[in-house]
């Protein structure tokens, strides 16, 4: 059964560009850590106080564990940035861009009772910057714009031929 999305040109051009901005915020994140040869997200999981600090604690613990984590992470958020601003695969970087930003949502939420050391931009109790931006991958998903505007339209009709 084929599901053809009908936009108006204003609802597509606004997920467009909602695409293109989140794709540009990961994409960034992820040059941003490769091209620092001192980066690690050891600081970020030591910080971590919620249901996932037993994980971030067995992560740190272990070097060749934090490393393979760094790499994934760094490479991660390159290739989500890019399947985003390309349109390539783009319901499938969205989701995994979701399932990334609540990861790092459930290790330092900003729940009453938790304090960190390093100061956050964009906390206001229970939401957050990071859930926001999750939420809204989500909605790319959903409402995906890529076989419109993007790689995955080429690539839709190569199948069909």
């Known amino acids: 059964m084929k599901n053809e999305q009908k936009y108006t040109t204003l609802q ?11 794709g540009w915020h990961l994409l960034y994140e992820g040059l941003s ?32 564990v934090l490393n393979v984590v760094d790499f994934l ?19 499938t970087a969205a989701i995994a861009g979701a399932l990334l930003l609540l990861m790092y949502y459930f290790n330092n939420p900003p729940l009453i009772g938790l304090e960190y050391s390093v100061p956050t931009e964009g906390n206001y109790l229970v939401v957050s910057k990071t859930l926001i931006e999750a939420v809204a991958m989500v909605a790319l998903a959903l409402f995906s714009t890529s076989s419109v505007f993007g790689l995955d339209y080429f690539i839709s009709k190569l199948k069909k031929s």
């Open 73 to 91: 992470n760094t490479w991660g958020l390159i290739a989500i940035g890019l399947g985003l601003i390309l349109g390539l695969f783009a319901r």
């Open 12 to 22: 597509l051009t606004t997920l467009v560009v909602l695409r293109l901005l989140i």
């Open 33 to 64: 850590k490769l091209y620092n040869p001192s980066w690690s997200s050891k600081g970020f999981l030591s910080e971590s106080q919620w249901i996932l600090s037993g994980f971030s604690d067995w992560v740190i613990s272990n070097s060749s």
